[in-house]
């Protein structure tokens, strides 16, 4: 499997774009986003993606050059309309929306609707931290993108949708959880594909309720994630679904879905509207330093605080490179070759 500097990356996914009639702003933010979470180890939402959302842009579900737009606001609230651009693009500024309706009111809250894929929710609330807030986005698939069955059901009834929430520390890194209601992302079982991996007991369950550990069969549609912590990540979904769907035009998720993307639910919250900056922070710090000093259960050398990890995996990956897997980068060559991109 080769091994890339982020950097190098970064061009090869943002020159795929303009060439196929991107804007520089909509594949420089899409680009960038793609090889953070690739960064990050959240390598099912990382380069993977950009043959995806090629074919989408050809198929016409990602529309190039439309904008994010604001359709209701009030001094602290808005529903934003991706107009079915690239779904980074429209994430992104819709984060930017919160942040300033905060800035001016202590909280803001987004909701969006026609939006696409935004890849890992994880990548958008460092915006928040970066501007002296906590960040919060969850997500559904607008109502559609079925693919978990409900705790004491069969099927693909709900999508797998997730929730990721971010809080500035006193360490080098935030406090940060991003996660999905499904015992694990749908993309990870095509990361498992590509890899000619088996996934984890307890992933997947087949049609008549039966485990799978073949990630082909969750792909090829004939398999469902399963919620994690039966009936917690079940009613955290419901929960997410709801933030997400019935706050904004896009609605909850139904049978009979007319498109797929993703709807949002986006919240910024000012800290120093209730404690200053430097004594949230260090209060953090020190919950950090409790919870660490814990002795280790058996198996483990250390504790990790939600975030950490994705920290320590950016730190490594930035000095040492980003492997890519080979059937990921043989389907990336093709498009790059199609549309004159050198790699």
């Not at 500097?5 to 009639?21: F, T």
């Not at 680009?31 to 198929?59: C, E, F, M, T, W």
């Not at 928040?128 to 109502?143: E, F, R, S």
């Not at 969750?218 to 039966?230: D, H, I, K």
Request: overall charge negative.
């Amino acid at each position: 499997m080769p091994t890339f500097k982020p950097d190098e990356l970064c061009r090869i996914g943002r020159e795929i774009y303009e060439q196929i009639g991107a804007s520089p702003e909509e594949a420089e933010t899409v680009a960038n986003l793609l090889v953070d979470a690739n960064l990050a180890g959240h390598d099912s939402h990382g380069v993977v993606r950009i043959p995806q959302y090629v074919s989408a842009i050809k198929r016409g579900q990602i529309k190039l050059g439309t904008s994010p737009e604001i359709e209701k606001e009030t001094a602290a609230t808005a529903i934003v309309n991706g107009h079915w651009g690239f779904g980074h693009v429209t994430a992104k500024a819709a984060m930017e929306v919160a942040i300033e309706k905060a800035r001016e009111t202590a909280v803001g809250i987004v909701t969006v609707h026609q939006c696409n894929h935004i890849g890992r929710l994880g990548a958008y609330t460092p915006l928040a931290v970066d501007a002296g807030m906590a960040g919060l986005i969850t997500n559904n698939g607008h109502g559609a993108d079925r693919s978990m069955a409900p705790f004491g059901g069969l099927g693909r009834i709900l999508p797998a949708s997730c929730m990721a929430v971010a809080f500035p520390s006193d360490r080098d890194f935030p406090v940060a959880l991003d996660l999905t209601a499904a015992a694990a992302a749908g993309g990870k079982m095509r990361v498992a594909l590509a890899r000619g991996e088996k996934v984890p007991e307890g992933w997947l369950m087949t049609a008549d309720g039966q485990p799978t550990n073949e990630p082909g069969d969750y792909v090829n549609g004939s398999a469902s994630l399963v919620p994690f912590g039966g009936h917690k990540g079940y009613g955290l979904g419901i929960v997410f679904d709801i933030l997400s769907g019935a706050f904004s035009p896009a609605g909850c998720t139904r049978e009979k879905s007319p498109v797929t993307g993703n709807a949002l639910f986006i919240q910024a919250i000012r800290i120093d509207a209730f404690v200053a900056m430097d004594e949230f922070t260090s209060e953090v710090g020190r919950f950090i330093d409790y919870v660490k000093a814990s002795d280790n259960a058996p198996g483990f050398d250390e504790i990790l605080m939600p975030g950490e990890r994705s920290w320590r995996n950016q730190v490594d990956r930035e000095a040492n490179g980003i492997v890519i897997e080979d059937k990921t980068w043989t389907e990336i060559c093709d498009v790059a070759q199609e549309l004159n991109v050198k790699v």
